[in-house]
């Protein structure tokens, strides 16, 4: 089993900046893609950003693009989600999740954190 632990979450103002975290155990952590996904109330979950094995490629949504950056850190088995220039449209429970190949769509996902609440207020 893969045990996923998000950090980092909080309350700023739009403008500003968080760093999110991602602890994974359990398995070994770069035999896995990790994913950041988000979900607003009473919207369903979406993708937000996606980081290879290898940390060599990344992909980004949209609407994060320019703004977040996912990076790994093999060694320390720890994901993160820089992101800048934070709007309230951003506000959002985050969640990291792990698969053997990159994926954007979340059912693919099979390990999850339990989430980081991210409120961006105007």
């Known amino acids: 089993q893969v045990q996923l632990v998000e950090s980092g979450g909080g309350l700023v103002q739009a403008g500003g900046s968080l760093r999110l975290s991602c602890a994974v155990s359990?398995?070994?952590?770069?035999?896995?893609?990790m994913a950041w996904f988000r979900q607003a109330p009473g919207k369903e979950r979406e993708f937000v950003a996606a980081i290879r094995r290898s940390g060599g490629s990344t992909t980004y949504a949209n609407s994060v693009k320019g703004r977040f950056t996912i990076s790994r850190d093999n060694a320390k088995n720890t994901v993160y989600l820089e992101m800048n220039s934070l709007k309230p449209e951003d506000t959002a429970v985050y969640y990291c999740a792990a698969r053997w190949l990159v994926a954007t769509m979340s059912d693919d996902y099979s390990y999850w954190g339990q989430g980081t609440q991210v409120t961006v207020s105007s």
């Open positions: 359990g398995r070994t952590f770069s035999n896995y893609a």
